[in-house]
């Protein structure tokens, strides 16, 4: 029997986490390790106690024939963030964020002044995401993106 990495590891309780996500367009989910213990967990979906998306919570979720909300509409609060809210300064320093997707820019400043001092994500890179992981890396926090580009490992999570 082999043993999966840390990393596998950590990313795959990333994915489980994000089964909970109750955004209708994308479920992520994010766990924070320090020392190779597991200090916080989030996912993306609406604040609590607010309606979620499949219960009208959120305009993204409309029906085809009512959307023409933008990304900016979105009620969710990210997976990464979630996770940020859920743990303490101290849990945080030094700490590595492990998430199902490279985090957006409001995640990356949330993370650069947090503490945490390691990103690693799956993949899921997206259009400016360069832009984002060199305001992380100039933050002073180390990236990692799993998916198999720029020298990196591919994590298969299925």
């Not at 919570?57 to 990464?80: F, M, T, V």
């Not at 199902?100 to 994500?121: D, R, Y």
Request: charged share 25%; net charge negative; glycine share 12%.
């Amino acid at each position: 029997m082999t043993r999966v990495s840390w990393d596998e590891y950590f990313l795959e309780l990333a994915r489980t986490t994000s089964t909970r996500a109750t955004c209708s367009r994308r479920r992520h989910g994010a766990v924070i390790v320090q020392g190779r213990r597991i200090v916080a967990t989030g996912y993306n979906g609406g604040p609590s106690g607010y309606p979620h998306c499949e219960d009208g919570g959120c305009p993204r979720a409309l029906s085809e024939a009512e959307q023409g909300h933008e990304y900016e509409d979105c009620i969710a609060i990210h997976a990464e963030a979630n996770a940020l809210l859920f743990s303490s300064p101290e849990q945080r320093e030094g700490a590595s964020l492990y998430c199902t997707g490279a985090p957006c820019f409001g995640c990356a400043k949330l993370i650069a002044n947090s503490g945490v001092s390691e990103v690693v994500a799956a993949g899921n890179r997206y259009e400016g995401w360069e832009s984002v992981r060199d305001f992380l890396r100039g933050s002073g926090v180390r990236v990692r993106v799993l998916d198999g580009l720029e020298g990196m490992p591919s994590l298969d999570l299925r």
